[in-house]
């Protein structure tokens, strides 16, 4: 393992390469940075894309999208969302119910936006080819989108 640089902006930098791994589903212990090719195919890096196209959500990645993607406020409810479940007196089905139709009720937008990373439920009862269908549609909007957006000066996304 590399001994953080001694450098501010490249330890700033490390920790935004790790926040924006994070929001994507990397949660796994990342290669070291002067890493070859062969062993990042080699680490468990790897393992977290299926077919180089999709890494699904963890519960680790949900939180790091909910804690970059809500205001303080919104957080705050949501966290006490789960407080309140992990209490004893919360633990019955009837009572998570409860907790979910009160939630469902709050009146905060950001609750209902959608996140800035792409996340998608999949209906395991719904036939392949109608989630292939939709997941492929889904992924040429949002890429429709991105490629609408500005690109900075050296023609990077993201640079301006």
Not at 97 to 106: A, P, Q, T
């Amino acid at each position: 393992m590399e001994s953080p640089s001694s450098d501010p902006y490249e330890n700033a930098f490390g920790k935004v390469v790790v926040l924006l791994l994070n929001l994507i589903g990397v949660t796994d212990k990342p290669p070291p940075p002067s890493a070859g090719p062969e062993e990042v195919e080699a680490s468990d890096l790897s393992g977290v894309w299926r077919d180089g196209a999709i890494a699904p959500s963890t519960f680790r990645s949900l939180a790091g999208v909910l804690l970059r993607g809500l205001p303080p406020e919104s957080r705050r409810a949501v966290g006490e969302l789960l407080v309140k479940s992990a209490s004893p007196e919360h633990a019955e089905p009837l009572q998570e119910y409860d907790l979910l139709s009160d939630f469902s009720r709050r009146d905060d937008p950001w609750l209902d936006q959608i996140p800035a990373v792409p996340m998608v439920g999949i209906n395991l009862d719904a036939p392949v080819r109608t989630v292939v269908g939709s997941v492929e549609r889904w992924v040429k909007e949002l890429k429709a989108r991105h490629e609408s957006q500005g690109r900075g000066d050296d023609g990077h996304p993201y640079a301006s």
